[in-house]
């Protein structure tokens, strides 16, 4: 995997603090395998670059999806068998286009080639795979957990927004489980680290995701893609487009479809197959050139998401392997044990419309966008065959945003972009957990807890508005410097209601539909006073953003920034709460990153080197609590709440060359401190100070390179791998200790590989991958189940084992 594109041998027609001995033990073994990739890397680059110097390459850049040429160059002289260098890469990172190496923030990018060709955006969660100090642990095709440089969100109820801000082009999109929509037929991903609050609004504390959907073209062109992976995995993709009007309309049909009728896990209680899925996605676009200077382009598009069975697990602390009630539960990573039936539907369909209007040295653009998303889920809630909880839940949200920018152009000694944002959005959820009595419920022996009943309903409203600008003074050839200012009001509302039966005090119908069915139940009783009550909130936040970044260009090659930048998260309340001491209404974080960077280009665009240091001082931080019982042995509570104060140190190394045309290679290494260092847990829960955030490993690394074989007949072999490393990293910023190891995950490292045959012309091309070579087993997530008077364990989400696969693109 790479981060930028290039094509030699075109793969289409031209067409927490560090604590105590044993931590600095593990940090140096991280350290060691971290480095031994990046080493790794380093000495293929230097042997191959060695080689490389003896035959100046040629200036002449590929032409991969990721960017564009520069002026004038094409790609004959590739065909020619001229040397290559490493691809200009266009981005808009900065609301107009600007190359990716001259724009002063950390950015990764992805080609929607690369994508295509190395087979990853099943899910949008797979990007930060390939992004330093950044991940997006996700099950299946669902919810992403994004995190970069630390900064996530732990608590991922439908109306609680990521301060990783994700956007289908352009359109900020605010519901985080509507994120994991499936990537295909996109010209490019551009992946922002750091605050990103002028620009990109709030809730970009941590970063920018922007996809970006290949829009139509003038020319007929498209693919057709069919993969067969492990599991009777079948994807089938493709898209067509061209112009439907000469110089008028043109059009762009795209469409991805996922289906695994086996799933990987065993139910060893069922007896079946649990984790298949279906997921199905298609897109469609029209582009119209009403004038010279004004064009429009609409976007429709749709999701149909669906999965049935357990992928989920119990883990025990318990020398004899019992989780609680008698049940062990099986230590083999592919076996899940559940006795009430597990299943998710996402329906999501939106339209977005941008329109740019050239008013000769200004641009003025309009992007206006609706996304509608609709979830249904059953599921087992305490992951075993014993009867303990089940629950269902029903979710739909609608949001409007409209977006104008008018921007000068770039090469002016001032330029600047300034416009207004608008935000609506409306979310109604509906959730229920229950314990059936045994002779409906059909459950393991040992099942003998009364029979409860709990309900959560509640609507939310989110308005907000945003005046932006930004402002980039050359002051000399070398000195220039960019200001932004962004002012946001936001106002919210709630209106949550929750009811609890005291235990043994309602009956249920049937299994089949218990939350439907569900009578009597005494929801006075003084042992449910704390769990049964209504809660009305009404908040408005205002907030300034800013950032400073002044640069200085070294040589025309190499550049340094300095960049100051002020962020916010929203505000929110905890729609999860179970009981009334964990309501609770958050303020919105406030982050202040400071970051030095170097962006270099090396023996004439053959090799990329791009560094950073940074130092966020994080105030407000929105995290989930859970495990706090309140005084009693026998109940787990959630919270949301605000940590006072902590703090982030890290830095980030990036390479990308060209050893010789014929082999790529990317390498980068993120280094991450983080603390808290004033968090004590709401209600006398305690005092966490040192603690680390979740997912933030001290280190992680990649190795990732491509080698391309040109064949006598005109054909081709592209031989490729990446491997990746990611040091010891928290699921929860409490508990975080030995004891609790199943809520920790240590270091590992992840091969995945894959040989391509192209065919002479360059229209056929056949593919075989693994991924997870190793078959290293791993957990992606977990969730915290221990409660001290029943349960010795907690639950895990294990990491996908090792895949095999083989695909067929055809180009047209």
Same mark, same amino acid.
């Given at each position: 995997?790479?981060?930028?594109?290039?094509?030699?041998?075109?793969?289409?027609?031209?067409?927490?603090?560090?604590?105590?001995?044993?931590?600095?033990?593990?940090?140096?073994?991280?350290?060691?395998?971290?480095?031994?990739?990046?080493?790794?890397?380093?000495?293929?680059?230097?042997?191959?670059?060695?080689?490389?110097?003896?035959?100046?390459?040629?200036?002449?850049?590929?032409?991969?999806?990721?960017?564009?040429?520069?002026?004038?160059?094409?790609?004959?002289?590739?065909?020619?068998?001229?040397?290559?260098?490493?691809?200009?890469?266009?981005?808009?990172?900065?609301?107009?286009?600007?190359?990716?190496?001259?724009?002063?923030?950390?950015?990764?990018?992805?080609?929607?080639?690369?994508?295509?060709? +190395? @087979?990853?955006?099943?899910?949008? #969660? &797979?990007?930060?795979?390939?992004? %330093?100090?950044?991940?997006?642990? =996700?099950?299946? $095709?669902?919810?992403?957990?994004?995190?970069?440089?630390?900064?996530?969100?732990?608590?991922?109820?439908?109306?609680?927004?990521?301060?990783?801000?994700?956007?289908?082009?352009?359109?900020?999109?605010?519901?985080?489980?509507?994120?994991?929509?499936?990537?295909?037929?996109?010209?490019?991903?551009?992946?922002?680290?750091?605050?990103?609050?002028?620009?990109?609004?709030?809730?970009?504390?941590?970063?920018?995701?922007?996809?970006?959907?290949?829009?139509?073209?003038?020319?007929?062109?498209?693919?057709?893609?069919?993969?067969?992976?492990?599991?009777?995995?079948?994807?089938?993709?493709?898209?067509?487009?061209?112009?439907?009007?000469?110089?008028?309309? +043109? @059009?762009?049909?795209?469409?991805? #479809? &996922?289906?695994?009728?086996?799933? %990987?896990?065993?139910?060893?209680? =069922?007896?079946? $197959?649990?984790?298949?899925?279906?997921?199905?996605?298609?897109?469609?676009?029209?582009?119209?050139?009403?004038?010279?200077?004004?064009?429009?382009?609409?976007?429709?598009?749709?999701?149909?998401?669906?999965?049935?069975?357990?992928?989920?697990?119990?883990?025990?602390?318990?020398?004899?392997?019992?989780?609680?009630?008698?049940?062990?539960?099986?230590?083999?990573?592919?076996?899940?044990?559940?006795?009430?039936?597990?299943?998710?539907?996402?329906?999501?369909?939106?339209?977005?419309?941008?329109?740019?209007?050239?008013?000769?040295?200004?641009?003025?653009?309009?992007?206006?966008?609706?996304?509608?998303?609709?979830?249904?889920?059953?599921?087992?809630?305490?992951?075993?065959?014993?009867?303990? #909880?089940?629950?269902?839940?029903?979710?739909?949200?609608?949001?409007?945003?409209?977006?104008?920018?008018?921007?000068?152009?770039?090469?002016?000694?001032?330029?600047?972009?300034?416009?207004?944002?608008?935000?609506?959005?409306?979310?109604?959820?509906?959730?229920?957990?229950?314990?059936?009595?045994?002779?409906?419920?059909?459950?393991?022996?040992?099942?003998?807890?009364?029979?409860?009943?709990?309900?959560?309903?509640?609507?939310?409203?989110?308005?907000?508005?945003?005046?932006?600008?930004?402002?980039?003074?050359?002051?000399?050839?070398?000195?220039?410097?960019?200001?932004?200012?962004?002012?946001?009001?936001?106002?919210?509302?709630?209106?949550?209601?929750?009811?609890?039966?005291?235990?043994?005090?309602?009956?249920?119908?049937?299994?089949?539909?218990?939350?439907?069915?569900?009578?009597?139940?005494?929801?006075?009783?003084?042992?449910?006073?704390?769990?049964?009550?209504?809660?009305?909130?009404?908040?408005?936040?205002?907030?300034?953003?800013?950032?400073?970044?002044?640069?200085?260009?070294?040589?025309?090659?190499?550049?340094?920034?300095?960049?100051?930048?002020?962020?916010?998260?929203?505000?929110?309340?905890?729609?999860?709460?179970?009981?009334?001491?964990?309501?609770?209404?958050?303020?919105?974080?406030?982050?202040?990153?400071?970051?030095?960077?170097?962006?270099?280009?090396?023996?004439?665009?053959?090799?990329?080197?791009?560094?950073?240091?940074?130092?966020?001082?994080?105030?407000?931080?929105?995290?989930?609590?859970?495990?706090?019982?309140?005084?009693?042995?026998?109940?787990?509570?959630?919270?949301?709440?605000?940590?006072?104060?902590?703090?982030?140190?890290?830095?980030?190394?990036?390479?990308?060359?060209?050893?010789?045309?014929?082999?790529?290679?990317?390498?980068?290494?993120?280094?991450?401190?983080?603390?808290?260092?004033?968090?004590?847990?709401?209600?006398?829960?305690?005092?966490?100070?040192?603690?680390?955030?979740?997912?933030?490993?001290?280190?992680?690394?990649?190795?990732?390179?491509?080698?391309?074989?040109?064949?006598?007949?005109?054909?081709?072999?592209?031989?490729?791998?990446?491997?990746?490393?990611?040091?010891?990293?928290?699921?929860?910023?409490?508990?975080?200790?030995?004891?609790?190891?199943?809520?920790?995950?240590?270091?590992?490292?992840?091969?995945?590989?894959?040989?391509?045959?192209?065919?002479?012309?360059?229209?056929?091309?056949?593919?075989?991958?693994?991924?997870?070579?190793?078959?290293?087993?791993?957990?992606?997530?977990?969730?915290?189940?221990?409660?001290?008077?029943?349960?010795?364990?907690?639950?895990?989400?294990?990491?996908?084992?090792?895949?095999?696969?083989?695909?067929?693109?055809?180009?047209?």
């Amino acid at each position: 995997m790479r981060s930028s594109n290039i094509v030699p041998f075109p793969t289409r027609p031209a067409s927490p603090r560090a604590r105590a001995q044993p931590r600095l033990t593990v940090l140096l073994r991280e350290m060691h395998a971290a480095f031994a990739i990046a080493m790794g890397g380093g000495a293929l680059l230097m042997a191959g670059l060695a080689h490389a110097t003896d035959t100046p390459p040629s200036s002449i850049p590929g032409t991969g999806a990721g960017g564009t040429l520069e002026d004038g160059a094409d790609d004959t002289a590739n065909e020619a068998g001229a040397a290559a260098s490493l691809q200009v890469v266009t981005v808009t990172a900065q609301k107009r286009e600007g190359k990716v190496q001259e724009v002063p923030s950390a950015i990764t990018v992805l080609g929607g080639q690369q994508l295509l060709d +190395n @087979g990853i955006g099943r899910s949008a #969660s &797979e990007i930060l795979n390939y992004v %330093p100090n950044a991940s997006a642990g =996700t099950q299946q $095709h669902g919810r992403p957990r994004w995190w970069i440089r630390g900064v996530g969100a732990g608590q991922q109820q439908i109306d609680f927004p990521n301060p990783v801000g994700f956007y289908l082009d352009d359109v900020y999109i605010s519901n985080s489980t509507a994120t994991g929509f499936p990537l295909f037929d996109v010209e490019r991903v551009e992946v922002l680290r750091g605050p990103q609050g002028t620009l990109w609004g709030k809730n970009t504390t941590g970063g920018a995701i922007n996809i970006i959907s290949r829009k139509p073209g003038d020319y007929t062109d498209g693919y057709l893609k069919a993969d067969y992976s492990s599991h009777e995995t079948k994807l089938v993709e493709g898209a067509i487009g061209g112009a439907l009007k000469e110089d008028v309309l +043109n @059009g762009r049909l795209s469409f991805h #479809s &996922e289906n695994q009728s086996e799933g %990987p896990f065993h139910n060893r209680y =069922t007896g079946k $197959h649990d984790g298949a899925f279906h997921d199905n996605a298609a897109r469609g676009q029209l582009q119209a050139k009403v004038s010279r200077d004004l064009s429009a382009n609409l976007n429709l598009h749709y999701r149909d998401y669906k999965s049935s069975g357990a992928i989920t697990t119990t883990g025990s602390y318990a020398a004899n392997g019992i989780y609680r009630n008698g049940y062990a539960p099986s230590t083999d990573s592919e076996d899940v044990s559940t006795n009430a039936p597990t299943l998710t539907a996402i329906k999501q369909g939106g339209a977005n419309l941008s329109i740019q209007y050239d008013l000769g040295r200004y641009t003025l653009s309009s992007i206006t966008g609706y996304e509608d998303f609709k979830t249904d889920t059953l599921g087992d809630s305490d992951n075993t065959p014993l009867e303990i #909880s089940r629950g269902w839940s029903k979710a739909n949200s609608h949001q409007f945003s409209q977006e104008l920018r008018l921007a000068s152009a770039r090469d002016e000694k001032i330029s600047w972009v300034t416009g207004l944002h608008y935000f609506n959005e409306g979310i109604n959820s509906a959730s229920a957990t229950a314990r059936l009595t045994n002779d409906i419920a059909g459950a393991l022996a040992g099942s003998t807890q009364p029979v409860g009943y709990n309900a959560t309903t509640f609507t939310h409203k989110t308005r907000s508005f945003a005046l932006f600008g930004s402002t980039t003074v050359n002051f000399t050839d070398r000195w220039l410097a960019t200001a932004g200012l962004r002012w946001t009001t936001e106002t919210k509302d709630l209106n949550l209601k929750r009811i609890q039966a005291a235990s043994g005090t309602v009956t249920f119908g049937s299994a089949a539909d218990w939350w439907q069915t569900v009578k009597g139940g005494n929801y006075t009783a003084a042992s449910v006073a704390n769990n049964n009550f209504i809660s009305t909130p009404s908040t408005t936040w205002r907030a300034w953003t800013y950032d400073f970044t002044p640069e200085y260009k070294i040589t025309e090659q190499a550049r340094a920034y300095f960049k100051y930048a002020h962020g916010i998260k929203s505000g929110g309340y905890n729609t999860g709460a179970s009981d009334v001491r964990a309501l609770n209404t958050v303020a919105p974080e406030k982050l202040d990153s400071v970051e030095l960077g170097l962006k270099s280009e090396w023996l004439e665009r053959r090799l990329n080197f791009n560094a950073s240091v940074f130092h966020y001082d994080y105030k407000n931080v929105q995290v989930n609590i859970t495990g706090v019982y309140n005084g009693d042995p026998t109940q787990s509570v959630a919270y949301l709440q605000n940590v006072s104060k902590a703090h982030v140190n890290g830095a980030e190394l990036e390479i990308e060359a060209l050893p010789f045309d014929a082999l790529h290679l990317n390498a980068n290494v993120g280094i991450l401190r983080t603390e808290f260092d004033q968090f004590d847990i709401q209600n006398n829960g305690g005092n966490r100070n040192g603690n680390e955030f979740v997912r933030s490993p001290h280190l992680t690394a990649l190795l990732a390179a491509d080698y391309r074989i040109a064949l006598a007949n005109g054909g081709k072999v592209v031989l490729s791998g990446d491997v990746r490393y990611t040091g010891k990293q928290f699921y929860y910023v409490d508990p975080q200790s030995d004891a609790r190891y199943l809520l920790n995950q240590a270091g590992y490292t992840l091969i995945n590989a894959r040989a391509s045959y192209t065919l002479p012309g360059g229209n056929h091309v056949f593919t075989v991958y693994s991924n997870n070579l190793g078959d290293k087993v791993y957990k992606n997530h977990t969730l915290t189940s221990y409660v001290p008077a029943t349960t010795n364990g907690d639950t895990i989400y294990w990491g996908q084992r090792r895949t095999v696969g083989g695909s067929y693109t055809y180009y047209f």
